[in-house]
């Protein structure tokens, strides 16, 4: 309930009361003269809600944890799972290193690029999927991997399994992949 006073101190919020309940959630967590270290926790919910981190969002969010919007700048410039800029709904980052280049994560890719008819590093003209490459997610032993929206992992991917997502992200009325899954 912390968020309230704050929510209601300001109009104009651009994050929902629900973001800062959860916020909030990850706030409990600390002591109350730590609320930096919510700083990473607070950044996902936002994105997860906002789609990219605006530099109004971390304003809004130095506010509500008592940081100057530059330090929460420099945590979101830091970390490359933040966008900065409007992105695609969907962002899908295929592994290369190794283990999964050794298990046709190229190849992976090469079907992405295809079925979607973009480049590594492009989006989708709807604005839907964008492709990038990543690196090891720590999860070789299901080689090939992705990971959509930093969040959904996809194992052991293969064309059917590719054709298969994309079909249900096509189709997903909402942003399904990132608001339902807990943080
Ligand atoms: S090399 Fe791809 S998940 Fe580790």
Same mark, same amino acid.
């Given at each position: 309930m912390q968020h309230l006073k704050f929510i209601n101190s300001k109009k104009n919020k651009i994050l929902s009361k629900v973001a800062y309940?959860?916020?909030d959630k990850e706030l409990n967590k600390y002591p109350p003269n730590h609320k930096k270290s919510a700083v990473i926790a607070s950044l996902i919910i #936002?994105?997860?809600?906002n789609g990219f981190i605006s530099p109004e969002i971390e304003k809004e969010i130095g506010d509500y944890l008592e940081m100057p919007p530059i330090a929460v700048h420099e945590i979101a410039t830091f970390y490359?799972?933040?966008?900065?800029? %409007? =992105? #695609? $709904? +969907? =962002?899908? &980052?295929? *592994?290369?290193?190794? %283990? *999964?280049?050794? $298990?046709n994560s190229k190849h992976a890719i090469?079907?992405? =690029?295809? $079925?979607?008819?973009?480049?590594?590093?492009?989006?989708?003209?709807?604005?839907? +999927? @964008?492709l990038h490459e990543g690196e090891c997610f720590g999860a070789c032993a299901d080689a %090939?991997? !992705?990971? &959509?929206?930093?969040?959904? !992992?996809?194992?052991w991917m293969n064309e059917q399994s590719i054709d298969a997502m994309i079909r249900e992200?096509? @189709? @997903?009325?909402?942003? &399904?992949?990132?608001? =339902?899954?807990n943080l």
């Open positions: 309940s959860l916020i #936002a994105q997860k809600e490359n799972m933040f966008e900065l800029t %409007p =992105k #695609a $709904r +969907f =962002k899908i &980052v295929v *592994c290369t290193n190794l %283990p *999964c280049a050794l $298990r090469t079907i992405l =690029k295809n $079925r979607l008819g973009i480049d590594v590093g492009e989006k989708t003209e709807d604005g839907l +999927f @964008s %090939p991997v !992705m990971l &959509v929206n930093n969040h959904k !992992m996809l194992s992200l096509s @189709s @997903s009325k909402s942003n &399904v992949i990132t608001n =339902k899954d």
